[in-house]
């Protein structure tokens, strides 16, 4: 369970930065509840404490996570999927959520959840698209175009006989062997 809330934290602070960058800043924000002579808290109670005490921005502050209205918004709305909702929450209800759109919703459950077809589609699964001669656009796109283009890639994992996870590194490995 602390797996999974700890994930979800990592989908959300990774928009739009670098996954190794934000992983070593996550990890520091959860070792810093000792800082209050705690260490046992799982990262949503932490959050849930940090929010009771009111200095959750200042502790994301702190540690320079960065976007902190985003970031604050949506970690509070979280802790509504505490204990065993998070196993199985969907792409919808997390994009309920002010500050997590589709490619995070996505991210998190095709990545939490096996068996659970979904795309997330970032700039690599769209360049791959575009040069398949599908439009799509160089930013992850949101509501309509994004459903469209997300049924899209999974007909496309289908008649590669891949599940959208596996066509989804499939493309990342591709794309980062590039640079």
Sequence with gaps: MEELEEFLLFAILVAGKKAHHTAHK???FLKSQNLFGV?????????????SG??????????????????VGAFTEILRFRGEKIK????????????????????????????KD??????????W???LGIPA???TPTGKKYRELEQKFLKL????NMSAAELDLEIWKLRSTKK
């Excluded at 199985?88 to 459950?109: D, Q």
């Excluded at 979904?118 to 360049?127: F, P, Q």
Aim: glycine share 6%; proline share 6%.
């Design 26 to 28: 996550l990890e520091r």
């Design 39 to 51: 260490k046992d808290f799982s990262p949503f109670d932490y959050i849930a404490f940090l929010i």
């Design 54 to 71: 009111g200095c959750l921005e200042q502790i994301l502050r702190q540690w320079r996570i960065g976007q902190y209205h985003r970031v």
């Design 88 to 115: 199985n929450v969907t792409a919808e209800e997390l994009e309920s959520i002010p500050g997590i759109g589709p490619k995070t919703a996505r991210f998190f459950v095709l990545h939490s959840q096996p068996g």
């Design 118 to 127: 979904c795309a997330v589609l970032d700039t690599h699964i769209l360049s």
């Design 129 to 131: 698209m575009r040069e």
């Design 137 to 139: 656009p160089k930013s």
């Design 157 to 160: 994992a289908r008649e590669k």
